[in-house]
């Protein structure tokens, strides 16, 4: 197990490792974001 962070720590101090992991957080913000928004939008339509 301390050999996979420390693999994942020296990958994430790449320029790749860098945009990959910016990349991946504003996925999950978005899906994160969406499923709220849907939630939102079904409470609203099923309570009026």
Do not use: H, N
Request: aromatic share 10%; proline share 2%.
């Amino acid at each position: 197990m301390i050999g996979y962070l420390r693999t994942l720590r020296q990958y994430l101090k790449t320029p790749k490792g860098a945009f990959d992991a910016r990349d991946y957080l504003r996925a999950v913000l978005l899906m994160l974001l969406s499923m709220a928004a849907a939630a939102c939008l079904m409470s609203w339509i099923l309570e009026g």
